[in-house]
């Protein structure tokens, strides 16, 4: 069974850092692009940042100087660093990836189950 598996969330204070990490398991072709969502309550799920398979990046303006996106391609895992968090950044995080699994040649969009990241004041 091919899934996403997160971890590192929690609670940190205003300012603090956090590493999220997400690793694929299950048989895998092959992975592409990777990435971070977040979905605060009330509110629809948005895109945090997003890595190629060749390590190029995009991220959304609210996470820009303050959040890094990065994978190692051997482990097939996908991290976020985040630095000087805010009370605004807490939010379910979600691990995102288009995944060609084995034994087939299509590519399929997972994503995985979520990680809560609070950040108090």
């Known amino acids: 069974q091919l899934q996403l598996v997160e971890s590192g969330g929690g609670l940190v204070q205003a300012g603090g850092s956090l590493r999220l990490s997400c690793a694929a398991s299950g048989s895998i072709r092959s992975i592409n692009d990777m990435g971070w969502y977040r979905q605060a309550p009330g509110k629809q799920r948005e895109l945090v940042a997003r890595i190629t398979s060749g390590g190029s990046t995009n991220y959304a303006d609210s996470g820009k100087g303050r959040f890094t996106i990065s994978r190692d391609n051997a482990k097939n895992t996908v991290y976020l660093q985040m630095n000087n968090l805010k009370p605004e950044d807490t939010a379910v995080y979600y691990c995102?990836?288009?995944?060609?699994?084995?034994?087939?040649?299509?590519?399929?969009?997972?994503w995985g189950q979520g990680t809560q990241v609070t950040v108090s004041s």
């Open positions: 995102n990836a288009d995944i060609t699994p084995r034994p087939y040649y299509y590519t399929r969009n997972y």
